[in-house]
């Protein structure tokens, strides 16, 4: 690749010189002979294009990991539970922001989210959760309209 910094060639160069050593000397102790070749084909690889562009890709900061969400806190507040449920249902909306919607809207423990090893898990939470919210707010209409007929 012509855009790759010589830092990251001079990285995946010496990435090769040390598989390569370790390959040969696998080949000297006469190391299993299908561990050799498989050694070696994996050696072919990474110095083909394909290897190439995987070696010498940059690792991930996890800065984008950090990004903030798409929606803030205050939204989450004064959204309908309409809105919420649509938002989480959309296949588009990020884990970080259904995270951030448990977190934010439904108190739950920044903790528990790695107990939901799956985005959907998290949106079943979620969609459980905004049925609960839903059928509170039932309930408290109701006893406030009970409330009314008795005071009046």
């Given at each position: 690749?012509?855009?790759?910094?010589?830092?990251?060639?001079?990285?995946?160069?010496?990435?090769?010189?040390?598989?390569?050593?370790?390959?040969?000397?696998?080949?000297?102790?006469?190391?299993d002979e299908s561990l050799?070749?498989?050694?070696?084909?994996?050696?072919?690889?990474?110095r083909s294009p394909q290897g190439k562009a995987i070696i010498g890709q940059k690792?991930?900061?996890?800065s984008s990991a950090r990004r903030p969400p798409n929606v803030t806190a205050e939204q989450l507040r004064t959204a309908s539970l309409d809105d919420i449920e649509?938002?989480?249902?959309?296949?588009h909306t990020p884990r970080k922001d259904l995270e951030?919607?448990?977190?934010?809207?439904?108190?739950?423990?920044?903790?528990?989210?790695?107990?939901?090893?799956?985005?959907?898990?998290?949106?079943?939470?979620?969609?459980?959760l905004t049925a609960n919210e839903r059928t509170h707010q039932t309930i408290t209409a109701v006893a406030h309209g009970a409330a009314k007929q008795n005071v009046g």
């Open positions: 690749m012509k855009d790759r910094n010589p830092e990251d060639r001079s990285n995946s160069a010496d990435l090769l010189k040390v598989l390569t050593a370790h390959y040969n000397s696998l080949v000297s102790a006469r190391s050799v070749r498989e050694y070696a084909a994996l050696l072919r690889f990474l690792q991930r900061t996890g649509r938002l989480v249902m959309d296949d951030f919607i448990a977190i934010e809207r439904f108190s739950v423990p920044r903790g528990s989210m790695r107990s939901f090893s799956n985005r959907q898990m998290l949106v079943d939470k979620l969609l459980t």
